[in-house]
Structures are given as C-alpha cells and as structure tokens.
C-alpha cells in the first residue's frame, strides 16, 4: 500500500494536510523511530517521503514545536524535544521564587520519602487508566529550595512502565526526574493536565514540610500523558506559597 494511500485510510478527508504529516510525525515519535534529543530528517526528506510540499512539511514542525515535541537549533536542523533540553525541562514546575527567579534558585533537592510497589486504589486506578489492584510505583518526596522544603509530592505510575524504579535511582539521577523518565524507561511526557485548590496540611504533611499544620498550602493534581494521550503519572503536590507562587502563562 502506498504512504498517500495509508494517508487518506488514516485521516478523515476534512483534515488540512498538514494536520494529515503532522499526525504522521506524531506516529513516528510515538514508535520510537526518532528519540528524544535526536534529530528528524529535514524538511526537504519529509516532503519527499510523504509526498507533499516543504511548506506543508514546515507549517506541521512549526505546529510541534508549539506543543514543545519538536525543538528547532539554528543551522542544525530539528530535534526531538526531551526534558533534559533547558528550555524545555521544567516547563510542568509552575512554582517560581516570589524574589528573583528558578535560575538564580536552581534546581531543587530531592529527598525521597518512600519508593516502593503497591497495589492501585480506584481513584489512582481511574487516573491511570489501570484496573483496581493493578501495580503501580508510589513514590513519596519533598523538594527543597536553598535549603528550605517547599513541596510534597506523591506520585504514582504503571508498574509495567516503571519496573525497576527505585528510591536510589530516584535520589541519584542529576537531572530533571522527566528526563530520567526518558532516558531510563522509554517514557516521555508530552503534556499535563492539573487541578488546583486551597488545603490545610494533615499532621504527617506539615511535619515534613516543617510547617504549622493550619499553614494554607496549594494542592496541585496532575496526570501527565505519554504519545496519543496515554495517562502515564498521577502527580498530587502541595505547594508552600509564603516565600513562591504558582506561574501560569496563558495563550
């Protein structure tokens, strides 16, 4: 079968064509034939091999590189966006310094509380796209900013995915924990969804954020999806906003 007859079987006819090569180098970063920090061919061998112009080819880049999949260098071509890209890496970390900004903080300090396999409750099962009872990894930890925590995250995902996921794996990694997702387990975070809402912290919370336990925090639930909105993380976080505050950027 030839690629413009696969072309119009996958694709309904109403889809602007560079919708249709959008979909198709989707698919391909979806099966792995380009990783994340590699390069794609060039716009003249994409136009070649799915048969269409290089405009075409360049408006469906231009489209995946506003969704921070693809990423542009100046006379080096297009690559693959991966979390251990700066410009890209802590795009899900919404919390930002009420002084200065998160480059003069740096990065966080992770500490982990716990690591360890469980079995899915309904509601982390429902996130995930999992059955109840399924396997999940639940891990436990605080992140701290010039020496001062600031948030608390539990985190759970498919145990499939993330066989061998341990504490130390965890602590060790020097990177951004996304990046260590990609490179370690194949797995790459391409978007998030979140819910925010005010709490108090629960007596355990409050210990391990060395806070009063009527502080007000800032909870945060986000399911981060993997290629073709597969649900791959549930993240719940709670927030200190004495001395940060949550960023949003909205278009």
Not at 64 to 75: E, F
Not at 226 to 239: A, C, F, K
Request: with cysteine; hydrophobic share 40%; aromatic share 8%.
């Amino acid at each position: 079968m030839s690629q413009s007859t696969t072309l119009a079987l996958e694709t309904p006819a109403f889809s602007p064509l560079y919708l249709q090569i959008k979909g198709l180098i989707l698919q391909g970063l979806q099966s792995g034939e380009w990783k994340p920090g590699e390069p794609i061919p060039s716009e003249m061998e994409l136009a070649a091999r799915f048969r269409v112009s290089q405009g075409t080819v360049r408006k469906a880049i231009d489209e995946l590189a506003g969704d921070n999949l693809l990423v542009r260098r100046q006379g080096k071509g297009t690559f693959v966006a991966t979390h251990s890209e700066r410009q890209v890496q802590y795009r899900f970390l919404r919390l930002r310094p009420d002084q200065g900004d998160e480059r003069e903080e740096g990065p966080a300090h992770r500490r982990i509380v716990e690591c360890r396999r469980v079995r899915a409750s309904s509601d982390v099962a429902r996130a995930l796209a999992l059955r109840a009872g399924d396997a999940v990894m639940h891990v436990r930890r605080v992140l701290s900013f010039a020496g001062v925590a600031a948030i608390l995250e539990d985190i759970w995902l498919p145990g499939q995915a993330f066989k061998g996921l341990t504490a130390e794996r965890m602590a060790d990694y020097p990177g951004p924990t996304y990046a260590m997702f990609e490179a370690d387990f194949g797995v790459r975070m391409v978007r998030a969804d979140e819910s925010l809402r005010a709490v108090t912290p629960t007596p355990e919370q409050a210990q391990l954020l060395e806070i009063g336990g009527a502080t007000p925090l800032l909870s945060v639930e986000r399911i981060a999806y993997t290629y073709n909105d597969v649900p791959m993380e549930l993240r719940r976080g709670l927030y200190r906003t004495d001395t940060h505050h949550y960023h949003s950027t909205l278009n």
